[in-house]
């Protein structure tokens, strides 16, 4: 590692470059969020069910490119995928300005899940590799406040651009976007990884060959993926069940849970470093099961809102722990590969949990839907304690072999 990620100074100018990069990246993606939708429906002429599959066709791809997106991270380096991946994000979403069927806005879409899987995979190797050792937690914690931010402005800037000068500004807008992340990854320095070898990370992890699946990150993904079930069902679903309990102001139940979610990884930043991340992230699984059944059995608008905090304190625990205890004893030369074994994982959270959790509300409402999305929460709290369990005998009894 170079000096910038051995020293103990997290606020690099390569650090503070990434996260102004994803900040970049993400304000583009949060613009799309707000217009795809709405230029779906609207000049093209779709209805909701296509705008629905063109907003969504994005992670069919990405889900299926992020392990080759981590190997060729650890084969080629992470500066020229994110490079790619931001350059490939603007152009095809000039490409919309082209598009006059759902048929075409769905395809540019697939497309766009390959920038997707080549930037993110990418990115999250980069602040692995740039952060001090035993500050990975800290730094994707700051971070991932760069793609909260990034999400919940977006729509407010396309909202404007469109009432001004029509979807035309706001694909220009998210693509001059995409092209800064493009400018600011090529500026990166990107650490060297040649160092790699016996006694890598905590367990003695050294190099390996370039995996397609990273293994030993599989485990801790399936707690991981409980916990996105319950968080992305709530989510899907708060909103409607605001409406049904007579709240006059939906919105203030998304609101909170961003606010909350924010202000735990400004303020605890560092938690998944001074403590174990598998029982950070158990103890945000376990937030997360609890605030999914206030919301269950709530009945009044106060307790919705309290539900919406205390899922937002889970989900603030939750991936920063997962990250820094996937790479706490990764090879950085394999830290790729892990990046796109661990983000297949929130492929799957978001995308299967409102499917789930809807067929769960359709035929019983929601409140059973968040009772479901409250047992994912706490079987993943579970499967990881049993991790926990594990991993702590084999660690005794490599300790035993060793003496």
């Known amino acids: 590692m170079s000096s910038r990620a051995g020293g103990s100074s997290l606020w690099t100018p390569d650090f503070i470059r990434i996260t102004v990069m994803d900040l970049a990246y993400f304000l583009a993606a949060g ?92 990115g999250f ?15 994707l ?4 406040i760069a793609l909260y931010l990034g999400i919940a402005l977006g729509p407010i800037i ?41 006694g890598t990370g905590p367990s003695g992890l050294g190099a390996a060959p370039a995996q397609l699946i990273h293994r030993r990150t599989i485990a801790p993904s399936i707690g991981f993926v409980g916990g996105l079930l319950a968080s992305s069902g709530f989510m899907a679903f708060c909103s409607i069940r605001a409406g049904e309990i007579g709240m006059t102001t939906p ?16 303020t605890l930043a560092t938690i998944a470093d001074r403590v174990p991340p598998l029982r950070v992230l158990t103890s945000g699984l376990g937030v997360l099961c609890c605030g999914a059944l206030v919301a269950a059995f709530a009945t009044g608008p106060a307790l919705l809102v309290t539900a919406a905090a205390v899922i937002g304190l889970g989900v603030g625990l939750l991936t920063p722990a ?57 079987l993943g709290a579970a499967w990881t304690v049993g991790l926990m369990a594990r991993r702590a005998a084999a660690g005794r009894r490599v300790a035993d072999e060793v003496g």
């Open 322 to 378: 997962f990250f820094a205890a996937v790479f706490a004893d990764v090879a950085p030369s394999q830290r790729g590969a892990a990046s796109g074994t661990a983000s297949m994982a929130i492929d799957l959270g978001l995308g299967v949990g409102p499917i789930l959790l809807g067929f769960v509300a359709q035929p019983l409402g929601i409140p059973a839907a968040f009772v479901v999305g409250a047992a994912a929460a706490g």
């Open 125 to 139: 190797a980069m602040l692995a590799d740039l952060a001090p050792p035993g500050r990975q937690g800290e730094a």
């Open 158 to 198: 396309a909202e404007n651009l469109i009432d001004l000068s029509g979807f035309g500004a706001a694909f220009w807008a998210a693509a001059l976007l995409c092209l800064v992340a493009a400018v600011l990854a090529w500026l990166t320095t990107e650490p060297p990884r040649e160092d790699d070898g016996p």
């Open 251 to 266: 919105s203030l139940v998304l609101m909170t849970y961003g606010a909350t979610v924010v202000g735990v990884r400004l």
């Open 31 to 122: 613009i799309m969020i707000y217009a795809l939708p709405l230029y779906a429906v609207g000049p093209v002429g779709a209805d909701e069910r296509g705008a629905g599959v063109a907003f969504g066709a994005f992670t069919i791809t990405a889900l299926m490119l992020r392990p080759y997106a981590g190997r060729l991270t650890d084969r080629l380096g992470r500066r020229p995928l994110m490079v790619a991946g931001a350059l490939l994000a603007a152009a095809l979403t000039l490409c919309f300005l082209l598009t006059s069927s759902i048929a075409a806005v769905i395809a540019v879409r697939l497309v766009s899940g390959v920038a997707e899987a080549a930037f993110f995979v990418a």
């Open 141 to 144: 914690s700051l971070n991932s």
